[in-house]
């Protein structure tokens, strides 16, 4: 896979560009579940990425967890409120 070896920091740039474009695209009104949804999913799966690296099990929650408070991805938000 193209991104097993790319740089953490750029690997959470390139997603992060991807989940405000999804934001601004879906973050209307009402919809601030289900964006949230696809920000747990796309975590799930850097998570995943970032574990395959090696051939162990290099990678926990916690550890995870350290690398979100270096590189965090971005927050789902609502861009357009259709009421007002």
Known sequence: HKNMHTEIRDL????NAKLIGHFRYYGITDNLQR???????VRRNLFKILNRRSQKKSLNWDGFAKI????PLAKARIYVNIYG
């Open 12 to 15: 959470v740039k390139q997603a």
């Open 35 to 41: 964006i949230k949804a696809f920000r747990y999913v």
């Open 68 to 71: 979100e408070e270096r590189f």
